[in-house]
Structures are given as C-alpha cells and as structure tokens.
C-alpha cells in the first residue's frame, strides 16, 4: 500500500487549446478513498489517466509511496484501474477474466484459482465463474471488472465512473458493496465520478474539479456543508444550495429585498456590501403563519417526495428551493415564511464568487 503525492501537475493535449488539468497538487493518505468529482470535461479522467501512466504530463509530478513514477510506464507503477467501459474479454469465462491479470504476471495457476475464488466470493460471482460475460447481466459484468482488479496486489486501486453503466437501483446497491469491499481491502483508491452523490458517500475525501483545477477539496460533509465558492454549492447537493442575492447594511443587518433576515455577527465586518447568500434547503424552516426573524415568501411549485416536500418558492423575485415536512400543507400562490439560522448561512462575494472569511 502507499500514499500519492500529486504535484502541480499540467497536461495539455495535442492541438488542445484548454489546460486538461491545471497545475493540480493533491496529496492522498495511504488507505484512504479519495474521489475526483466534477462535470464532464473537468479534467477528472485526464488526471487518473497520468496516476495510471497512461497519460503523461506536460510538467509537474506524481509519486506513489514515495517514488517517482512521473515518467514511469503503467505495469511499472503496481497500480489496478477499473474502467467506464468494463473492458471484459466477451469470449472468455468470467472465471479467466478475473484471473487474466495474474495470469500476464505469470503468477503460479493454484495461486490464481485461489485469488480468483476469493474475489468470486466478496463480488458474489461464484455461480458464474464459468459463464461468459455476454451471459451477464450489467451488474454482474461490472463485478467482474472489480474482482479482476482486486485480484492483482496493487498498491493504489483507480476507478474511472465504473458504476456509470448500471441502472439506478444496482448502481445504488453496488455503490455501498464497493464501498464495503475497498474499506475491507485498505488499498489506496482514486474513484472518478461526476455524481455527487456518488462522491459524498464513497469519499474519505472529495476534491471537487472544474476546468482542470481543484475547486475544493475536503471531507464530504465539509464540502457539502461549507461550499468553498459558488459552482461548489450548486454542483453539490440535490436540490443545489440556493444562492440568494443580498445587501450587507453599514451596521451589519442582512437584508433580502425590503425583508430583513437575522443574520450571523461576523456580517458586521462586510457592513455596506452587496453579497450572496448561500442556503440549502433543508436549512430553511418553512411556517404558515408569521414568525418573528422570518421572511415572507409566496410558493410556485409543490412535490411530495416522501420523507419531505420539497417547495420551489419567491422571495423577492429571486427563486428558492426549501424543504418542508410531509405533514406541511400548501399550494400554489399561497405566502408562506422562511427563517433563516444564522449558522448555516454561507456568504459569497457577488464579483468572485468566492466564500466570505470574517476579518
Ligand atoms: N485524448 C484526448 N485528446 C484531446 N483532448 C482530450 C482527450 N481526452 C480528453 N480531452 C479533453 O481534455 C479535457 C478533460 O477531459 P477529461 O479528462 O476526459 O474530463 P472528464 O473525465 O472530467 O470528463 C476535455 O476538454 C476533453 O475534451
Ligand atoms: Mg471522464
């Protein structure tokens, strides 16, 4: 096992006129799951590719357990990866498939019965060792993508959307499996996705990615809870952190509109600006009746979801997305009214979108 050191690291493609990934340091603790999050394009799949070595930089550095694999061809780096496009061989028994790594590194035959046996076990592909993968279905091809790459006895462990190809339910009940299977393991893993809920709940830690960079990177709950700019707090999250344009008065009130909000002290040291405030919806409690620090609001959209209603409303011409308990009662046109607490309101500056820090 080992730990990745990722330095400043620069990749452009040939006739590409866009950094793929920018100059991206990120260190990974030994053991740990780190996902790279981000949309499409961001650079994600890039970055992998140049910890597998199947890309090479254009400067910068990456290190596994302390050696300098920058340059260094993929089998030369005892790295496992798990592709987007489970690239099993059609032809051959799930059973060959999953001992095909082993076999390239001419480890002895019981050796790789056993091994193979063993990630038929943990993946549950047992009854199937000796289908061919066109007799499985896709959850069950995706496992033996897996179990070949548990197999082998990498020091790092990479997925690229491996679980992008299955329907929603399997993905769900494969996600936590995976989970279960990497924690046992302890191998350091590099997961790629662009699902955010995908990354909150395999992460020990996400680093959230746009245009080549590293937007953030923290433990899930942090990034959720304390987006460090605005494309972090709407890539996050469903529904998205609302982000409500907002006036800092001289003596440090919040306002939205005519409305007043309460606000945290440390407002007082933004006093006279305009700003951004950020709020996810389930930090917003809804009231049918006044209440004192609450703001008024008149609802658009009604939907049930089960444990919650999730309500689309107008506040002050700017639109929100708050929740409400599935005993709450509304309808359309109806005013409804918003509070606020102050601890779980984020401020973003409205030029940089960047987070505001208390000075
Ligand atoms: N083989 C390639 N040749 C040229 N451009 C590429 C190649 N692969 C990726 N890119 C470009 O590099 C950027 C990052 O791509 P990628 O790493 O695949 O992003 P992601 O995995 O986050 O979707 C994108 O703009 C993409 O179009
Ligand atoms: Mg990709």
Redesign the pocket.
Known sequence: MADITISNLV?T????T?R??DDVSLHIADGSFTV?L????????????MLAGL?LPDSGAVSIGGRDVTYLPPNKRNISMVFQSYAVFPHRSVRYNIGFGLQMAKVPKEQIDKKVQWAADLLQLTPYLDRLPAKLSGGQRQRVAVARAIVVDADVLLM??PLSNLDALLRLNFRSELKKIVQDLGTTTVY?T?DQSEALSLGDQVAV?RK?RIAQLGDPLDVYDAPSDRFVGGFIGSPPMNFVDAAVTPDGELVVGDQRLMAPSLLRSFGNHNIVLGVRAENVSVAKDRESGYIAATVLVVEPMGSTILLTVDVEGQTLKVQAPPSFRTAPHQTIWLGFSPNTMRFYDRETSMALEAN
């Open positions: 990749k493609y040939p006739g590409g866009e793929a990934t790279l981000g949309p499409s394009g961001c650079g994600k799949t890039t970055l992998l590719r890309e690229d959307e790629v662009h990615m080549g």
